[in-house]
């Protein structure tokens, strides 16, 4: 089998690719995998990171204020069809996925015009643009949310399945996730935090406010952050200002790579909402602390969050009520209370589809079987 996956911008569009390398790589190992995605995006050094053969295309998102870049992105998206249709031409898939965001767009449908078996996932509750202009061109549509199908027309094609999720992220256990990383025996609470790929300031402003409180107070505490590629620098000063570097105990990193063992380790996880990050937490039965990003289509991280503050599994902070005393407030209650996490492990566990990647993996034969029916007849 031989597979082209794209998508990126962020790594909630990296990693559910990953996540259905991982799927494929484990039911046909002898399956070529390769990767089409931006040459600046998260992508590439995701995608690389791994293994996989990398391609990559200029294209760019369509800023909605007048911008003499959108001049640069209407001639990115006249261009990138053709660079696309080269590397398919290339590769010859017997089928291309997306996972969202801008750069999918021509791949998929470039694909799609040449009679190739195309599918697209979307995590999130509520259609990316790129999902909504493939929707009426690919041939199936994976979704995560029920939900999502009320935002889009093409209701014949949509299966709703769930999120992939990475084997990584099921593999190891605390104790081991514990000592790879060099976590001292006497440490008895792991906080994990991050704001996403890019990172987010209010996020890293919350992590470091838990840091030089809680974490400065408990000696049986460790907290590593993520501050994210945009705003690494803006953690790093906070981190700094308040002399937190002297202590072994806190760690600021701009982004964590080996974030299964990450999450594997953490008692409590500080997070936003997005669809990608649920899975994973259901999947690893963690308490999370969820701050919701505001600046997502139609708040669906909110949503997201809130469906999960409903069930018993998660709390729930809303950005515009994030401060220290909230934050600190939240992770101390976590902290004495394990009846509390122990519940919450419990309920988020209900959030979580353990046969999803089996689906998955069946409808991307199903598909291409069908395919290659209709093409012989």
């Known amino acids: 089998m031989r597979v082209l996956l794209t998508g990126g911008g962020t790594s909630g569009h990296v ?3 990953l996540a259905i390398a991982d799927i494929i790589k484990k039911e046909d190992s002898s399956a070529e995998i390769a990767y089409v995605g931006t040459e600046k995006g998260i992508e590439k050094r995701l995608v690389e990171k791994e293994g996989y053969e990398f391609h990559s295309i200029k294209i760019q998102g369509i800023s909605r204020s007048l911008s003499p870049e959108n001049i640069k992105t209407a001639y990115y998206i006249m261009t990138a069809p053709a660079k696309a249709k080269k590397i398919i031409e290339k590769f010859n898939p017997d089928i291309v996925i997306g996972t969202g965001g801008y750069v999918c767009w021509a791949p998929i449908k470039v694909a799609a015009q040449m009679g190739i078996p195309t599918m697209i996932h979307e995590s999130n509750s509520v259609a990316g643009l790129a999902v909504r202009k493939l929707e009426s061109k690919v041939d199936i549509i994976l979704t995560n949310f029920k939900e ?16 992939p999720i990475r084997t990584s992220f099921s593999g190891t256990d ?17 906080i994990l935090s991050f704001g996403g790929s890019l990172g ?7 992590a470091i406010d838990v840091m030089r409180k809680f974490g400065m107070e408990h000696e049986d505490v460790m907290h ?5 590629k945009n705003y690494y620098k803006n953690a790093m000063q906070m981190f700094a200002g308040y002399s937190l570097e002297k202590n072994s105990r806190l760690d600021v990193k701009e982004y964590i790579y080996d974030m299964h ?7 409590v996880i ?21 701050i919701p990003s505001p600046n997502v289509t139609d708040n669906h991280q909110y949503k997201n969050a809130r469906a999960l503050l409903d069930g018993g599994a998660a709390m729930l902070i809303e950005e515009n009520r994030l401060d220290s005393d909230t934050i600190n407030s939240a992770v101390e209650k976590l902290y004495y209370d394990d009846v509390l996490r122990d519940g919450m492990s419990a309920a988020i566990a209900n959030f979580a589809n353990p046969d999803v990647n089996e689906q998955i993996y069946a409808e991307i034969l199903r598909l291409i079987k069908n395919k290659a029916k209709i093409k012989q007849k």
């Open 224 to 228: 590593f952050h993520s501050g994210g």
């Open 174 to 190: 605390k104790a081991e996730a514990r000592r790879k990383l060099g976590i001292p025996d006497n440490i008895k609470f792991v």
């Open 200 to 206: 987010a300031p209010k996020i890293n402003q919350a």
């Open 270 to 290: 500080i997070c936003r909402a997005g669809a990608m990050t649920l899975t994973e937490l259901a999947m690893m039965k963690k308490p999370a602390i969820l």
């Open 15 to 17: 990693n559910p690719a």
């Open 148 to 163: 999502t199908e009320k935002g889009l027309s093409e209701k014949n094609k949509i299966i709703n399945v769930g999120n």
């Open 261 to 267: 063992l990450y999450m594997t380790a953490a008692d």
